[in-house]
């Protein structure tokens, strides 16, 4: 396995972009008030390669070779089984083709719809105290050792939120 | 007298097929199984092994599901009809499954001896990615690889059904990452022979959650879906039992004289 890309979001990951209004994020800044928390991704394209992504908080450094452990920031992964290529004509891998909506419409959705990827990161953030002074998030894409000609890098998603249960 | 306190056990019961763990196969049942195998790859046509491999990716049209409602249901019904398709081939014949805790591959799926089925099968022509190879191969696991029990047991903990598919997914997913090669590609994975023992893990791992959660979970808008190319809705998936099969850990039966009664 190599690494191929990394993610860092910019600046500091804060309540706000997380989608969650200001009341509950009073309470989970807690950390001892804190039941579970997940980090969702959304929109994850399994397009391309198969990969390990790696979470770590607070640590816009990490790479591949970073220990994986909560000295580090390590927070959890999320794992993609992609499909590297579009093996059929031009459109065939296009989650826009043939999108419109339409009730009387009973095809399967299409198979290369993005999907979400969820981590359980309840540990890691009371680890580093809660949500008081906010996050510095980083991804790094670990791609799967497979074969096939798709070089592209496989780490792309629309946006992750964070949830907070407590 | 017998000192079991259990009572006599019905026929239908012991009808139920019983998917065993591979690494607690007998000799002579995996001799059976590498038997089957053999012969579901020496057929070419749609009752053989390429045809139900190249289901899930190539040749198109790619027909699994992943997403976190139907992976489940979709990869039970899939297996059901392989399944049977080897039974076909050898009445006694169950897909055992492979407990990624075990921390390594199964020695059954690994022995390099030449006549070893379960090492790798081939990938036919139609199947095959740009400079693809013509047969399946790994690049892993390497250790501490693999999901370990405390996250697995965590992901049976989970109440409810989307969390827990959605979660499931992820270490399954981790698996395709772990081993690699073959199996870390959608288009080609259901080709390698593992393929089969860590899918028929996940759909033990679903029965295990189905023993503790007496709602299936599932919303009631997708219970009548069908999951093409099998005849077969998700409410059919949802009792394996009504499906013919159970994953018991292990299973006794005494006939009725020996616990004392008289027919």
Known sequence: ?166 | MPTIPIGPIRQPIQRLRIRRNINLLTPQQLATFRAAWKASYALSDNRGYAHFAGLHGLPLPTECSHNDTFWLPWHRAYLYFFEMSVRDLAPSVTLPWWSWASGKLPAAHTATTDDNPLRHAAIPANARVPNGPSQTVRAGPRPGSLPTQAQITNVLARDDFLDFSAALRQLHNSVHVAIGGSMALVANAAFDPIFWAHHSYVDRAWRLWQLNHASSGLPQSVLNTALAPFPMTVQQTLSVTALGYDYARSTLSLPFAATGGTS
């Open chain 1, 1 to 166: 396995m190599s690494f191929v890309e990394r993610w860092v979001s910019d600046g500091r990951l804060q309540l706000a972009d997380a989608g969650v209004d200001q009341d509950l994020a009073q309470d989970a800044s807690a950390p001892d008030a804190l039941v579970r928390a997940d980090l969702v991704f959304h929109g994850v394209v399994h397009s391309r390669g198969s990969y390990e992504g790696r979470v770590f908080f607070n640590n816009p450094d990490a790479d591949a070779e970073t220990p994986t452990d909560h000295d580090h920031g390590y927070a959890g992964s999320y794992w993609v089984f992609g499909h590297a290529e579009c093996y059929g004509d031009p459109g065939h891998c296009d989650p826009d083709w043939g999108a419109a909506e339409d009730v009387l419409d009973f095809r399967r959705p299409h198979h290369m719809l993005p999907e979400a990827a969820s981590v359980e990161v309840t540990h890691a953030l009371r680890s580093i105290g809660g949500l008081a002074d906010g996050i510095v998030l980083a991804v790094v894409a670990v791609r799967a050792a497979g074969y096939g000609e798709d070089d592209r890098p496989p780490l792309r998603f629309d946006h992750v939120r964070l949830l907070t249960y407590g």
